[in-house]
C-alpha cells in the first residue's frame, strides 16, 4: 500500500495526458476520495443510460467516479478512433474507451452499455474480465430503452463491469444478490475449450461438451436460438471465443456487403457474446493467456451467479508479466514530462 496516493495522482495524469484518445472528462478532485488503504478508480462510458443512481451507488461502495470514457460512434462494434495497444488495430467498440482505460491503469473499473456484446468484446479484446447484468443499474426495468442493431434485432442495453481484477466484479455483484455458490452446476462447455475442460473437472465440476464451431458464421437471430436452448438445458453455458478482431473486422455495418466483407467480419471470432445480453443471460467473459482470447460464462439462472465467479476463478489466467511491466508502469508515460 506504500505510495497509493501518489500513485492514484498517476493514474489522473495520464487520464489528462489522454495518450490513447480514450477519455472524453477528467476529474481531477477524484484523488482527494484516495487514501493509503481505500478508494478505487471508476469509469464511466459516454453514453445516458448509465443512471446517476448507479455510479451512486458504486462511490458507496468504494468506487470514485474519475473519468468520462470514450465511446465509439452510434455504438459500432469498432471504434475507428482508438487503437488497440496490444494488436494495432481498430479498437472494439462500442465501450471502447471504458475498457481502454482499464486496460492502462487510469481505472480499476469500468462501466459500460452491452447491446450485442459492447462490454464483452472490448473487454476480451484487451485480455480484461468482463461482465453483465440485464438489470444491472436499471431502477426503472420496465422503461428500458429498445434499440434496434445493424441486423436488425431488437435489444435492450444492459449496463456492464470491466476490470483487470475479478475481484471488483464480484464484490459489486455479491453485494447486491447476497447468495453463495451452488454445489451442484451442470455445465455446457464448448468442445474447443479443451483446457478449460480439464481445469474445471479437477476442480469437481461435471461438463457436457457442446458442439459450437459454427458460431462465427451463425447470424445473430440463429445464435439466439441456439443459445436459449442450450440455457435452457444448463445452469451455465461456456464458450471459448477469440482472438477478438484480431485477425478480422468484427463490425456488421462492414461485414453487410458481400460474402467477402462478411467472411471477413467472421475472422474476428464473435461468437455468443455476440448474443448474450439479447437473450437476458447474466454473462461473465474471462481472459485466457492468448492474445484477445477468453471463456464467455452465460446463465439466465440468478441462483448461478455466485458459481459463475466460481467458475470464472478456475479459468481465470494469471496476469501477463510483459503486458503489466509494459502499459501497467505508469512512471514510464512521465519520463520526458508532461
Same mark, same amino acid.
Given at each position: ?32 476520495? @484516495? ?14 443510460? @448509465?443512471?446517476?443512481?448507479? =455510479?451512486? /451507488? ?27 495497444? +496490444? ?23 469500468? @462501466? ?53 481484477? +475479478? /475481484? ?18 451442470? =455445465? ?33 437471430? /440463429? ?36 460474402? /467477402? ?5 467472421? +475472422? ?36 448461478? =451467479? ?16 510483459? @503486458? ?5 508502469? +505508469? ?8
Amino acid at each position: 500500500m506504500e505510495k497509493r496516493v501518489q500513485n492514484y495522482a498517476k493514474k489522473t495524469f495520464l487520464a489528462i495526458d489522454n495518450p490513447y484518445h480514450s477519455v472524453k472528462k477528467v476529474y481531477p478532485n477524484s484523488i482527494d476520495h @484516495i487514501t493509503e488503504t481505500t478508494g478505487y478508480y471508476m469509469g464511466v462510458k459516454e453514453v445516458k443510460s @448509465i443512471s446517476a443512481k448507479f =455510479i451512486a /451507488e458504486l462511490e458507496e461502495q468504494g468506487y470514485v467516479y474519475h473519468t468520462v470514457d470514450k465511446a465509439s460512434l452510434s455504438g459500432r462494434a469498432i471504434d475507428l478512433d482508438l487503437i488497440n495497444p +496490444l494488436t494495432g488495430n481498430y479498437m472494439t467498440g462500442s465501450s471502447s474507451g471504458t475498457a481502454l482505460n482499464v486496460f492502462l491503469g487510469i481505472n480499476d473499473l469500468g @462501466i459500460g452499455t452491452d447491446g450485442g456484446g459492447s462490454v464483452l468484446a472490448p473487454a476480451m479484446s484487451l485480455n480484461l474480465f468482463g461482465f453483465i447484468h440485464p438489470d444491472l443499474g436499471n431502477e426503472n426495468v420496465e422503461n428500458k430503452e429498445v434499440k434496434v442493431s445493424t441486423d436488425g434485432i431488437s435489444f435492450s442495453p444492459s449496463v456492464g463491469l470491466i476490470s483487470k481484477d +475479478l /475481484e471488483h466484479i464480484e464484490a459489486i455483484m455479491m453485494k447486491r444478490i447476497d447468495k453463495k455458490a451452488t454445489a451442484s452446476v451442470s =455445465i455446457g462447455m464448448d468442445q474447443a475449450a479443451f483446457s478449460g475442460i480439464e481445469l474445471l473437472e479437477t476442480s469437481g465440476y461435471e461438463n457436457r461438451l457442446l458442439e459450437m464451431t459454427d458460431k462465427y458464421s451463425k447470424a445473430r437471430n /440463429e445464435l439466439i436460438a441456439d443459445l436459449n436452448k442450450q440455457l435452457d438445458m444448463f445452469d451455465v453455458v461456456v464458450s471459448k471465443e477469440g482472438p477478438v478482431d484480431v485477425t478480422g473486422f468484427g463490425d456488421t455495418i462492414f461485414g453487410h456487403f458481400s460474402e /467477402e466483407t462478411r467472411h471477413y467480419q467472421q +475472422l474476428a471470432n464473435k461468437g455468443y457474446l455476440r448474443v448474450a445480453n439479447m437473450v437476458n443471460a447474466v454473462t461473465l467473459s474471462v481472459p485466457t493467456t492468448q492474445l484477445g482470447e477468453g471463456y464467455v460464462l452465460m446463465t439466465k439462472n440468478e441462483a448461478m =451467479i455466485p458459481s459463475l465467479f466460481s467458475i470464472g476463478k478456475v479459468l481465470s489466467a494469471e496476469k501477463d508479466e510483459l @503486458i503489466e511491466r509494459y502499459f501497467g508502469e +505508469l512512471s514510464k508515460y512521465f519520463d520526458m514530462g508532461l
